[in-house]
């Protein structure tokens, strides 16, 4: 398992993959798709049409984190889901045989991903679980460096100041402009 930078109650956010995770996808050429996750975005690559195409999504796009439940041969499975508006942007993350580890992860990613925990009640329909996260208290995140912020633009530099001599020459109470220019 491959670890993430993050850490949430001491331990470090263990991902179910290091790298990427091929997936069903009934549209794509060769029905697969590659699954990436990222710290900060999901990437799905697939090829449509011979055309290859890459889709980098990051998880404030995603509706939450979707706990649910599969039935199979050996019993229940529980499943980690984010879930997105459009639903083959949908991606599973994680099966699990047990729900104590199934609902960890699910408490656990979603606090790190910054998205709401929401589960299952019927087939696609999802409920949220707690209080909802406020996502715009989040601080937006900055695009300049601070060895930058102190430098002025480029027009800015190019301006020079006027002379102080002729700003302070007044000429009130005069009637007439005369200029020999």
């Not at 706990?67 to 879930?83: D, F, N, T, V």
């Not at 299952?120 to 695009?143: C, T």
């Amino acid at each position: 398992m491959a670890s993430l930078d993050k850490t949430h109650g001491g331990a470090p956010l263990q991902w179910p993959w290091s790298g990427p995770v091929s997936a069903g996808d009934l549209r794509a050429d060769d029905q697969r798709r590659e699954i990436l996750v990222e710290p900060q975005r999901v990437i799905i690559r697939r090829a449509l049409h011979g055309m290859p195409m890459s889709v980098a999504i990051p998880f404030t796009a995603f509706r939450g984190l979707g706990l649910c439940l599969a039935e199979s041969p050996q019993g229940i499975i529980y499943e980690l889901r984010l879930l997105h508006a459009d639903s083959e942007l949908s991606v599973v993350l994680s099966h699990s045989g047990d729900e104590g580890e199934a609902v960890g992860n699910w408490l656990q990613l979603a606090a790190e991903l910054g998205v709401p925990r929401l589960v299952e009640r019927r087939a696609g329909q999802y409920e949220p679980v707690g209080p909802p996260i406020d996502v715009a208290s989040r601080p937006a995140p900055r695009r300049r460096s601070a060895l930058l912020r102190a430098r002025h633009g480029r027009f800015a530099l190019r301006r020079t100041p006027g002379v102080r001599a002729r700003l302070g020459t007044s000429f009130a109470g005069e009637q007439e402009i005369i200029s020999y220019e």
